[in-house]
Structures are given as C-alpha cells and as structure tokens.
C-alpha cells in the first residue's frame, strides 16, 4: 500500500502521534493517539489494540470533499466506508475503511492525495475557504 499522509494535520496535537504512542502508558496519552488516529481522514493513521483489532471510526460507504480552511485550500476526496478503490489502469487497490483521493491532479501518489494541495495552493472555487 503506497504512503497515504494527505497532510490533513490531525496527528499533531500534544506532541504528536509518535510521541503519544511511545508515552501511551499514560491514559489521557493513549486516548489521545487514539483519538487522532480515528480522526485521521486518510487513514494513514490507524491505532490498534493490544493483540487485537484495529479501533476504526464507523463509516456508511460516502464520498465527500475535504476543505482545508487554514490553509485556505480546497483539499483531497475523502473515501469512507471501504468503497473499493480502483486506478484508471485498472488497478485494484486495498479497499480500507477512510482513504484520500487527489483532487487537484498534483500528487506523486496518485490515485492518492499526498497533501500536494497545499503546495500548489490548489482552490476548486470555495469561498468558505478564502474568508
């Protein structure tokens, strides 16, 4: 599966991700990766328990957009529910619960987002975004 980070910055509360991993002895640490996992839209992130499954958001199948107000850009697809993806080649990826999907034609990752959105400060016309 290719790297799926679409930049959508939600593992970087308290220290980040990483950090709360290795200190997720403590609760409020643990609760928190987790947390930040499951918010997450690409589903790079994914927490799992301890010799068990992963701990996933529920999602019906959908497909909506993501808008990226901080950065004032109009952001990637967002896949949920394990709506099989397929490439314009043909190829069949992993159908997972969450992924993200290029919408502004940018990413080296393509059919996936890899957050180059915001480098090409990409905007589908969204006024929402610019206020």
Known sequence: M????????????????????DESDNKHKKATAIQEACDCPSGRLTAFAKNGPAIEPKFEPSISLVEDPDQK???????KGCVPIAGADGTQYETRNRVTLCRCGKSRNKPFCDGAHIRAEFNDGDKSINS
């Not at 799926?4 to 991993?21: M, N, V």
């Not at 850009?73 to 896949?79: A, L």
């Open 2 to 21: 290719p790297d799926l980070c679409a930049s959508a910055r939600f593992c970087h509360k308290d220290g980040g991700t990483w950090k709360l991993t």
């Open 73 to 79: 850009v109009s952001g990637p697809i967002w896949v």
